[in-house]
């Protein structure tokens, strides 16, 4: 267990359709990130938190939409869902903003859209 | 932005044996970070090793080690005697010390290791 803690583990939903992803960081770390991971890709970065705030922002789409709550956990919610936005979805903390820490990643959410 | 890049998409190696996984990254910073990360099956990713761009010492951590050419902008990961364990996909992921940033990752190196 690394700590971070991603639910649900797989989720199928047809096209069309809204889910949320949700994700708890380690104790102690304030920065949350989210990534996809399709299928033979590398992870490609959505979106980063920091204690509550949005800090940057990657190749989300407009469908998707992320928050961070007082109690650090975070959500990203993908609507209008098409076969495309398939992926495995990681939820990574950190300590710091940035510095030599690496990511934690939790074990990640394996949406399929049908 | 900066870029990652894996040039190999899959390696193999005989059990026991070395095996190097090769990464390139183009950035124009001077101060950064370089990781190496295992996905196994099980999807979970894993930290291998990391490097920080300031240490000309490369990086090793019992049977993994790194060759860091700061100037040739070159990352490769060494796996010495290789175990049937370290069967994975592995991503080389670069990380700006300016805080605040996210990681950029490689398409990673499936490896597989034959016993």
């Known amino acids: 267990d690394s700590g971070v803690t991603q639910t649900p583990k797989h989720l199928i939903t047809a096209t069309g359709q809204r889910v949320t992803l949700r994700c708890s960081p380690r104790s102690g770390d304030l920065s949350v990130y989210w990534y996809q991971q399709s299928l033979d890709q590398g992870l490609q970065f959505l979106i980063q938190y920091y204690n509550g705030e949005e800090r940057a922002k990657g190749n989300i789409l407009e469908r998707f939409s992320a928050q961070q709550f007082p109690d650090l956990h975070s959500e990203l919610n993908l609507s209008s869902l098409e076969l495309g936005d398939s992926a495995l979805y990681f939820c990574?903390?950190?300590?710091?903003?940035?510095?030599?820490?690496?990511?934690?990643f939790g074990s990640g959410t394996r949406l399929t859209v049908v | 932005a900066q870029t990652v890049t894996q040039s190999q998409p899959e390696m193999s190696v005989q059990e026991a044996e070395t095996v190097t996984l090769s990464c390139t990254y183009d950035?124009?910073?001077?101060?950064?970070?370089l990781f190496w990360y295992k996905q196994p099956p099980s999807r979970q990713m894993i930290l291998v090793i990391r490097q920080e761009a300031y240490k000309q010492q490369n990086a090793t951590e019992n049977r993994f080690s790194v060759n860091f050419q700061k100037a040739a902008k070159s990352f490769s990961l060494k796996i010495s005697d290789s175990q049937l364990g370290d069967a994975a996909m592995y991503f080389c992921?670069?990380?700006?010390?300016?805080?605040?940033?996210?990681?950029?990752f490689g398409t990673g190196t499936s490896l597989t290791v034959i016993p």
């Open positions: 992921a670069y990380r700006s010390a300016t805080p605040g940033n996210q990681f950029y």
């Open positions: 990574a903390s950190s300590m710091v903003q940035g510095g030599y820490y690496g990511y934690t």
């Open positions: 950035t124009s910073e001077s101060d950064y970070y």
